[in-house]
């Protein structure tokens, strides 16, 4: 990939409206960053917006600059290291920015995530499994959290442990594992698809949560309220046809009910590492493809007019729709309506969910 191409797609996911969906479809549909970003403006006017605010190339610049002076380096969504199965999940992003051995991630990993005010015996239980699960050449992956993440961490920390954090590569969240994201970034792996200088926003938790679950073959909760973000990071997991696995607790712990609740609905009980091992199981190959090495411009079919884009946008609305919806009551093809929905998202009309589901902004 040239210094240009490469330019194009930072500046490209850096620009407001662009979403990991709409990316793709934009690199998969022009056949370049290059080529995409000159097709903004238009897409953007057709979807009823106005100009949109190209990331300029001077910022794209300085993040490369910046991020090789971390010792870091972005991680394109085709390069042969990026995660296969993280490719595969719904909203992947297109490019990562790693600081350590990436080629860890090509071993069978498993997510470990819990509350932040775990207790210390789900403590204890995280840094035991997390060092039982190294010591088996299986790769621990966890958001870098207070509590149960902390712990998977540290006692993952004789094998390989990938942290996946909210914030860019040089801010540390929470301060007190500075020295934690230090070493893991420069004796394992640290992850961000956020570019560097930015602080861990709440928006961007749920968006490391999905990372988290699509790294995984599989994810283990220990200790979770019914609504805290290990919850989402195992609804996420299962959405994208990974194992969910949770520890048992009292009913009469409040940490314990979101796990209790997993077990309930289907996830597999976990009490030793021989646990996570067999619910694994081997790994189905046909789970991850060989990526794309190079796109040729796609053809799809143009909406006849206003009048058929008009059909398309009054199917939406506030509350989420599933696409295949939209596409079955519109009556167009696929490719038409989803070309629709990307103007509408470019124009900041439309936003994304979970689910391959739309609404109206």
Excluded at 101 to 127: E, H, K, Q, T, Y
Excluded at 172 to 200: H, R, V
């Amino acid at each position: 990939m040239t210094h240009a191409e490469r330019l194009a797609r930072i500046r490209l996911i850096r620009t407001p409206h662009v979403g990991p969906v709409s990316w793709y479809q934009l690199i998969q549909r022009f056949g370049s960053g290059e080529a995409a970003l000159a097709a903004l403006p238009e897409l953007a006017l057709r979807g009823g917006g106005g100009k949109p605010r190209i990331a300029p190339a001077e910022l794209a610049e300085r993040e490369m600059t910046r991020v090789a002076d971390l010792g870091a380096r972005h991680l394109f969504h085709d390069e042969p290291d990026y995660p296969a199965l993280l490719r595969e999940a719904e909203g992947a992003p297109p490019i990562l920015i790693v600081r350590g051995d990436a080629a860890m991630l090509r071993r069978p990993c498993v997510a470990i995530v819990g509350a932040r005010n775990a207790s210390a015996v789900a403590c204890r239980f995280a840094r035991q499994m997390a060092s039982d699960l190294a010591a088996r050449d299986v790769t621990v992956v966890s958001g870098l959290a207070r509590g149960v993440d902390t712990a998977a961490h540290v006692g993952a920390l004789g094998g390989s442990t990938a942290a996946v954090i909210a914030s860019g590569i040089d801010i540390a969240f929470p301060p007190e594992n500075a020295a934690l994201q230090d070493k893991i970034g420069a004796d394992q792996l640290l992850i961000s698809e956020q570019p560097p200088g930015t602080e861990p926003l709440a928006r961007h938790f749920p968006a490391r949560n999905r990372i988290i679950a699509g790294l995984a073959h599989g994810t283990l909760v220990i200790e979770a309220a019914p609504k805290s973000g290990s919850l989402i990071t195992a609804r996420r997991a299962g959405d994208y046809g990974r194992e969910v696995m949770a520890v048992p607790g009292s009913p009469l712990d409040s940490r314990a009910q979101g796990c209790n609740m997993l077990i309930r609905e289907g996830a597999t009980l976990i009490q030793s590492v021989d646990d996570v091992l067999e619910a694994l199981g081997p790994i189905d190959t046909r789970m991850v493809r060989e990526p794309v090495q190079q796109y040729a411009p796609v053809p799809v079919p143009e909406p006849s007019g206003m009048q058929d884009r008009d059909v398309v946008t009054g199917l939406l609305g506030p509350t989420p729709v599933a696409i295949d919806e939209i596409v079955r009551q519109s009556g167009h093809p696929a490719a038409s309506v989803q070309l629709v929905l990307l103007e509408l998202e470019l124009a900041g009309r439309l936003a994304r969910h979970a689910g391959a589901r739309v609404s109206l902004l």
